[in-house]
């Protein structure tokens, strides 16, 4: 399936292909549960920027790895490159529009990010 997403004002537009029932985490951690994160992580072959990479602003913390992108203009993050998979692309669902109809979600333990991170890391993989 093909998946169209923005921010919420739009200056920020993307495609991202994943199948049509998808399995996304919850995250726990500080940043994700503060922004409502939900993740859908594909290959960085899989997703397209179509619109506002001059609309966006990168932010990084601790190892500097993970690029957390946000809209200058609505402040809305979209997607960003996880610490987890930098070999790939992470796409917050409830940007998605419309919203995918099959979405399983399960917890992922993010504060407790080394121990789990592991468990990510096929997520990025190309088939």
Request: glycine share 8%.
């Amino acid at each position: 399936m093909l998946y169209r997403g923005s921010c919420h004002c739009g200056a920020v537009t993307f495609e991202v292909e994943a199948p049509d029932e998808i399995l996304v985490q919850d995250c726990n951690c500080s940043i994700c549960s503060k922004t409502g994160f939900l993740h859908l992580i594909v290959p960085k072959s899989r997703f397209r920027l179509l619109s506002g990479d001059d609309r966006l602003t990168r932010y990084t913390f601790g190892t500097g790895v993970a690029q957390h992108t946000f809209c200058t203009v609505c402040g809305v993050k979209p997607f960003y490159v996880p610490r987890s998979n930098p070999d790939g692309i992470d796409v917050n669902v409830r940007c998605l529009d419309p919203p995918p109809r099959h979405v399983a979600i399960e917890p992922f333990d993010g504060r407790n990010w080394e121990r789990n991170a592991a468990a990510l890391a096929h997520l990025s993989s190309e088939p």
